[in-house]
């Protein structure tokens, strides 16, 4: 029935629009808010710190991209460069996922640590990264965290820590969940040198990272609405069977609790960590 049919003509749509084909527009040149859905240009949203410019929901950045925010430039001396994880247990398909979490983060591993300049004050820094299989925690990041504590400790440094995880490596079994009590050992020796421990939450920060060093820090901060917590809500629910509170886990809510000291958007935080490396500097405070 279709053989006298005249075949489509792809021609002919642009011929009834004037010859003015709709713009083709790619996907990559816009982001849509998770929070209030509004399409950002993504140049726009890497100009703006990737916060949102409507509704300040904070996209989760890449370790390098913090460093650059938060280090005063070209002062970021990389450590432990080289260290990366190996098939400790022989877990299954473990060689493969590292494989795909270095593409997929351009890093070795879940850490990036070293010394920097903030606000011309010098620190020891390491930065969780969230794209290396979820931050989690396993031999290599506990050991790399372990020696940057050590190094401040030889050198009389503080140590700023951003943390974005969702725990302990299960990939490497005990091994990875050795890590929270061999970098709480390394913080509390630090502490005993009376030096300043200062901790900064991202989204997600989570299971035994936050078990351990993440909440040891002196000040503890947080990105607004940043997860926080050991397990999660959907964990707690089935546990303990009951509804949990709106917004829980969250910074603010986390904030409230006392469990924090400070919410601090991502725009404020290197003048806010200037200003906190000046009140324990010997330099005098920052005002």
């Not at 995880?165 to 299960?170: D, Q, W």
């Amino acid at each position: 029935m279709f053989q006298f049919k005249k075949p489509k003509n792809e021609l002919e749509y642009l011929l009834k629009q004037g010859n003015k084909p709709s713009p083709s527009i790619p996907d990559s040149m816009f982001i849509s808010c998770p929070s209030c859905k509004s399409a950002i240009i993504a140049e726009d949203l890497s100009e703006n710190m990737g916060v949102c410019m409507k509704c300040g929901y904070h996209f989760k950045i890449n370790a390098r991209e913090r460093i650059n925010l938060i280090c005063d430039k070209d002062t970021f001396i990389e450590h432990d460069a080289d260290l990366e994880s190996i098939n400790v247990i022989d877990f299954p398909e473990y060689r493969k996922k590292l494989h795909y979490a270095k593409l997929a983060s351009s890093e070795k591993e879940a850490v990036v640590t070293g010394t920097a300049e903030i606000g011309g004050y010098p620190c020891a820094i390491f930065i969780m990264e969230g794209a290396f299989m979820m931050g989690s925690m396993g031999c290599v990041v506990g050991e790399k965290i372990t020696r940057i504590f050590e190094y401040a400790i030889a050198n009389s440094l503080p140590v700023i820590g951003y943390t974005i995880s969702g725990g302990a490596r299960m990939q490497e079994g005990i091994l990875s969940l050795m890590q929270m009590a061999k970098t709480s050992g390394a913080v509390k020796k630090h502490s005993e040198a009376g030096l300043l421990y200062i901790t900064v939450f991202t989204n997600p920060t989570t299971g035994g990272v936050t078990a351990s060093f993440a909440m040891e820090g002196d000040i503890i901060l947080s990105e607004p609405k940043a997860l926080i917590g050991f397990a999660g809500p959907r964990v707690i629910e089935q546990t303990i069977g009951k509804k949990l509170p709106n917004g829980f886990q969250k910074a603010e809510f986390v904030l409230e609790k006392g469990f924090i000291d400070d919410i601090v958007p991502r725009a404020e935080q290197k003048k806010y960590l200037t200003k906190l490396l000046s009140f324990h500097s010997k330099r005098g405070a920052v005002l």
